[in-house]
């Protein structure tokens, strides 16, 4: 899950590559590097920790080049370190390779490597991936010939790129294995590689995406793709729309911050001509392929993601079955593949993945697709190996999510799920027109909802400040709030450190009730629904333990205000899209308990925004 960008045409390669990175540093940021050609051979830079060391390193020493290579590194084999850094380069320092992914035979390619009298310089599985190409080089072969050969030894999963000062012209790419994305960007008398599109907007909007087993060997003017068995291939190019200046943090302190207040905005985008207004009907675009017929014959949903997307499958789950009728179960993607998961005849897997890249559920995906499921895929990224994957595809639409932590691309997975869920029912014939208009006018109203919600922002903060020292939280929510509960209390986690576990009320008796003390804030998710009078009795059960409550309660609600410690109000709305409403005080809570204990919030530690290993 690192970053890549490469750059090969007429200008200076080192500001290009370190701006790219910079625009991928959520991807990995404990270590970065670049390799530039000069004068026949390579300059190496690299620094340990985040990139503003790497261009302090620069700034030092410069460099420049027509021809370069970086990287933003997220460590799996080897310690953050400057010489685990990337690139790495071979014995005669000559080539250097990037890699995101994992070699998983790497420990006998490098005894085999150092029987042969190459010298490592790091503790990385990638290294050895450069000593094979020199291997390769060393017989005389040109360096995509020598990739080629070198990168069918590798088993794993891996983007890679290459270069060397031999051919100071050219780029070598390659995708092993879905992990890892690789996309070529287009330019005029120069070309670019990277790993995720935002990296290069700056420079162009025309891309290709390589698929798994692909190369493509770039040159200023020249693009050619081929396969691993080194096929000549055909790539289509893409044009996208995604703005570099929505990339950026727009006068917020936070892209955290910045995407939990664009959520109105990428909510009505999710629901942007999705929907005909006269008949209540919800109408997808060409990417989602399912007839009527189709939808009738699905006797089974089986959803697949992890981390927050798995919480947006919780509440899908819930919507579904509603709404639907289809029975529906939720799956974390990371155990699924590592059983003998049970697929029925007329099964739909849906996977959840906003970047479309996550190992975990892009593996679930190819399992449940080789044993007969149709596969949709609801996520953010385009072009992204899910969307490739994937019959049915529906797009969030929710524009570049910048901070690692997960938030606008939430609640838009929420409204798609809300959406898809619709579908399936009026092709089924399970719902009327009249439920439909009531269940849409409910999402409809929803920017104007979370934005009423996003008002609480000063009060949240308060309350942020008045118990951000707590070292544990309880999240308790029932019904589709469960998903809220799960949802907020990672928030809670990933961006200020602190303990938090999300519960369905009614578990709480079957032992959560032990940890509650007056040391223990506890947020109950109690808007007014069907299960209202429910979550009142868990608020009693935490008072009478002596716990603390903070309420997320519907506006006007007096009754709770004499059973909760504190409570924030959201606005009223359709109990199916409350979900997406009740998460925001949770976004800015976890958000202001961050900052207040001085947590970086982009970029938490120990995690990347797009988990390409497993
Ligand atoms: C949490 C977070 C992660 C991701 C998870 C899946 O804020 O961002 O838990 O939700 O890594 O990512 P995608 O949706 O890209 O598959």
Known sequence: MCGIVGYVGTKDAVPIVMEGLRRLEYRGYDSAGVAVAVDGHLELRRAEGKLGNLDRVIAERPASGTLGIGHTRWATHGRPSETNAHPHLDCDGVTAVIHNGIVENYRELKDDLIARKHRFGSETDTEVIVHLVEEELRAGRDLAEAARRALRRIEGAAAVVLVSASDPKTIVAARISNAGGVIVGYGDGENFVASDMPAL????????????GEMVVVRPDLVRFMDLDGKEIVKAKTTVAFDVVSAAKGGY?????KEIFEQPRAISDALLARVDRRTSRVIFDEDVKMTEADARAVTRISI??????????????????????IPTDVELASEYRYREPAIVPGQVTLALTQSGETVDTLAAMEEAQRRGAR???????????ASRMAADVIYLHAGPEIAVAASKTYTATVVCLLLYALFLAQ?????DEATSRGILAGAFHLPTLVDGALQSSEQVRTLAYRYYAARD????????????????????????????EGTAGGEM?????????????????????????KMLSNIEEVRARAGIVIAVATAGDAEIRDKADEV??????????????????????????????????????NLAKTVTVE
């Not at 596969?375 to 190996?385: D, E, K, P, T």
């Not at 999240?475 to 961006?495: M, Q, S």
């Not at 032990?514 to 009078?533: Q, S």
């Not at 924030?568 to 997406?580: F, N, Q």
């Open 375 to 385: 596969l949709v895929w609801i996520g953010n990224v385009v072009g992204s190996q």
């Open 253 to 257: 302190k936070h892209f955290m911050l």
């Open 568 to 605: 924030i109000t959201i606005p009223a709305c359709h109990e199916l899209v409350s979900p997406v409403v009740a998460i925001v005080p949770l976004q800015l809570f976890a958000y202001h308990v961050a900052d207040r204990r001085g947590c970086d919030v982009d970029q938490p530690r």
């Open 427 to 431: 092709r089924r014939g399970k719902i």
């Open 201 to 212: 907007l700056e420079h162009t909007r025309t891309f290709s995406f390589l698929d798994h």
């Open 509 to 533: 008796k079957h032992g959560t009730n032990a940890l509650i003390d007056e040391n223990l804030p506890v947020i109950a998710i109690a808007p007014r629904d069907g299960v209202y009078r």
């Open 473 to 500: 939280f309880l999240h308790l929510g029932r019904g589709v709030n469960y998903a809220t509960a799960l949802e907020g209390a990672l928030k809670l986690k990933e961006l200020s450190y602190a303990h938090a």
């Open 304 to 325: 697949v993601a992890c981390g927050t997307s798995y919480h947006a499958g919780i509440a899908g789950k819930y919507l579904i079955e509603r709404l639907a009728g």
